[in-house]
């Protein structure tokens, strides 16, 4: 003997009732009956608006669990970037200048080459941002911690500061990880002027300070401190970085740019990073935070989202 239980309600996608798909037979004694041998199907509907709410909460657990994982493997890969560059600082393999400037143009530049590891549904893109912009703010909190002598990690200030004083930290590096969290709160992936603003931060202004540490023996007449080679470089590489990087985001569907308009507009943005990381405001205003800004307006006036 058996008892026939029935669900019966309406798929959450089709809206269709799916009553034969749920139905599931139980063995039960006869004993229960008391001598009667007669099988009583018993069909119990499920609240269609209950069913949903099941499903839905259990699609949410999925998510915020996916963007979880997705939060500490970029964590990892960051952690994991410093301690690389730090060792073979150690090991004498590359000058810590050298090292330092690494570490400011990969970072930036792997943060948001991760960004499409968090989910891509745009009504869930509100919270992987969020997900997302935890990244930069553990790294951020490092830098206060250790800026403030309240620890000390030999290997990130090393890493990151020019003299090794721990005090560093708490100017440029601090501010080029609240840049990556603003970008990633305000613009994400939704918007290239993000994408662009980093671009030009790490692999612009990074590069500038390579090239023209090594090849700027010809100062810019305004600016003693910068280089006509270290802004050539700025130019080019903020360019080049930034159409890689809104050419990847396209491929993957976020953008649908023309491109003979994307690269007069990304050029002009260039143009304008360029010319601010030239100036000489260094001492009052830091180019971590001066290049992205003015990237952001510029770019943001270029493409209007």
Not at 94 to 118: A, T
Not at 175 to 196: E, K, T
Not at 233 to 248: A, D, E, K, P, Q
Not at 257 to 275: C, G, W
Request: aromatic share 10%; charged share 15%; net charge positive.
């Amino acid at each position: 003997m058996s008892l026939s239980l029935s669900l019966l309600s309406r798929h959450p996608i089709s809206g269709r009732h799916v009553g034969s798909a749920a139905t599931h037979v139980f063995p039960i004694s006869p004993r229960v009956f008391r001598g009667s041998m007669s099988v009583w199907p018993v069909r119990v509907s499920l609240d269609p608006h209950t069913l949903r709410f099941r499903v839905s909460a259990a699609a949410r657990v999925g998510h915020l669990l996916h963007d979880a994982g997705a939060t500490a493997a970029v964590l990892v890969g960051a952690y994991g970037l410093v301690l690389s560059f730090d060792n073979l600082s150690q090991r004498k393999l590359i000058q810590q200048s050298l090292s330092r400037k690494l570490v400011h143009i990969l970072s930036g530049l792997l943060f948001m080459v991760s960004w499409p590891i968090f989910r891509f549904p745009s009504r869930a893109s509100t919270e992987a941002r969020y997900f997302a912009a935890l990244v930069p703010l553990v790294n951020c909190l490092r830098l206060v911690i250790n800026g403030l002598s309240l620890v000390k990690d030999d290997g990130l200030i090393k890493s990151v500061t020019r003299e090794g004083n721990p005090k560093e930290l708490l100017r440029g590096p601090l501010y080029y990880v609240l840049m990556l969290i603003l970008s990633a709160l305000v613009f994400w992936r939704d918007s290239p002027v993000g994408v662009i603003s980093l671009s030009m931060m790490c692999g612009g202004d990074g590069v500038a300070d390579v090239i023209g540490r090594r090849f700027g023996s010809m100062k810019i007449f305004y600016n003693e401190k910068k280089s006509w080679a270290g802004s050539i470089s700025m130019f080019v590489f903020g360019f080049l970085v930034s159409i890689g990087m809104l050419y990847f985001y396209s491929i993957l569907g976020y953008y649908q740019l023309d491109l003979i308009e994307t690269l007069q507009r990304v050029a002009l943005v260039s143009l304008v990073a360029t010319v601010v990381e030239s100036l000489p405001i260094t001492e009052v205003v830091d180019d971590n935070i001066s290049v992205p800004l003015a990237s952001m307006v510029a770019a943001y006036l270029s493409f209007g989202y």
